[in-house]
């Protein structure tokens, strides 16, 4: 699935300038590949004092997202220490819905914000995986001179909970098999997750297998107490 236009996002972050803007996306997969997620984002105490002084409510440009933001999906104002703005959430019975619900909310130019700073997000599921890849946008472009200004006006990641043996990436520690994945905004960066649904040997099988290793044994001592 591709995310296009970055315009309108530029517009927004550039309207915050020298603030700060956090943008979170958890994904959540349930064992039969159903699942949930939700899409944070926040505005520091100077964006939002600076929103106030300019006429508009304390979340700014966000409310247009609340006002556009296509049925089916729950929202709520929200807040996390200082940070204050919206959370979008639904829910979705397999990957195919999933990947609807992300293109009802790019059709509709100010929900698409939510999604712009993934550039390109795909799933793949075969037999025994489930396959997340994608990329993130380059928000900003900027010289060596500006870069450490610029990371500090945008602090994203994308955080993926998933069933199964997580084979890629392949980290040390995985805690509540969940993997995030950092985005500044300042350059385009790939992330991919693979993860083994099903076991190699499934339990039918496995006791299949079982059955004729013993039943093998069985021939054999039979065979060597008949020679006796």
Request: charged share 25%; with cysteine; aromatic share 12%.
């Amino acid at each position: 699935m591709k995310f296009k236009s970055v315009y309108s996002f530029l517009i927004l972050f550039l309207f915050f300038s020298a603030c700060e803007v956090k943008w979170d996306m958890e994904i959540t997969f349930n064992e039969d590949l159903s699942g949930s997620y939700n899409i944070a984002v926040l505005i520091d105490q100077e964006a939002q004092l600076y929103a106030t002084d300019t006429g508009q409510s304390s979340i700014g440009g966000l409310d247009a997202i609340l006002a556009n933001l296509p049925e089916g999906f729950g929202s709520s104002i929200y807040q996390e220490g200082d940070f204050l703005g919206i959370l979008i959430r639904n829910n979705f019975n397999d990957v195919s819905e999933l990947e609807s619900q992300f293109a009802l909310l790019e059709s509709e130019e100010n929900s698409a914000l939510l999604l712009l700073p993934i550039e390109d997000i795909d799933f793949l599921i075969d037999e025994r995986h489930l396959t997340v890849s994608g990329k993130f946008a380059e928000i900003f472009v900027t010289d060596d001179e500006n870069l450490e200004g610029f990371k500090r006006i945008f602090d994203g990641q994308l955080s993926i909970k998933v069933p199964g043996e997580i084979l890629e990436p392949q980290l040390n520690e995985i805690v509540n098999n969940t993997i995030i994945f950092e985005n500044d905004g300042l350059s385009v960066k790939t992330f991919e997750l693979v993860t083994r649904t099903k076991p190699l040997i499934s339990q039918q099988n496995l006791i299949i297998i079982l059955f004729i290793v013993l039943s093998v044994v069985y021939f054999f001592v039979r065979q060597k107490n008949k020679k006796k």
